[in-house]
């Protein structure tokens, strides 16, 4: 079993930044790629970013998230700037494995208002 743990989420005014961190423990045996999805109510789960060897954007956050990865703890972060309103969701971290198995975050929230 894996378990992810994310931190960093909160209130922000537009324009702001969050950096949100993701710590995978556990029976990890091979990750092959490690993200971030974003879910407010009502909308189904959307992908913000993914990292593996590169990484990949939404196009919607491109230019102002960057996902980068500590291989050797198993973190992946995402560094948010020019938070907009439209960013406000919960925010889910995420591991695929080399097995085929996707382990899934708590959530964190994220709300950009003035």
């Known amino acids: 079993q894996v378990q992810l743990v994310e931190s960093g989420g909160g209130l922000v005014q537009p324009g702001g930044s969050l950096r949100l961190s993701c710590a995978a423990s556990?029976?990890?045996?091979?990750?092959?790629?490690m993200g971030w999805h974003r879910q407010v109510p009502g909308k189904q789960r959307e992908l913000v970013a993914v990292i593996s060897s590169g990484a990949r954007y939404a196009d919607s956050v491109k230019g102002r998230f960057t996902i980068s990865r500590d291989a050797a703890k198993n973190t992946v972060y995402l560094q948010m700037n020019s938070l907009k309103p439209e960013d406000t969701a919960v925010y889910y971290c995420y591991l695929h494995q080399t097995s085929g198995l996707d382990y899934w975050g708590q959530g964190t929230q994220v709300t950009v208002s003035s």
């Open positions: 556990g029976s990890i045996f091979g990750i092959s790629y």
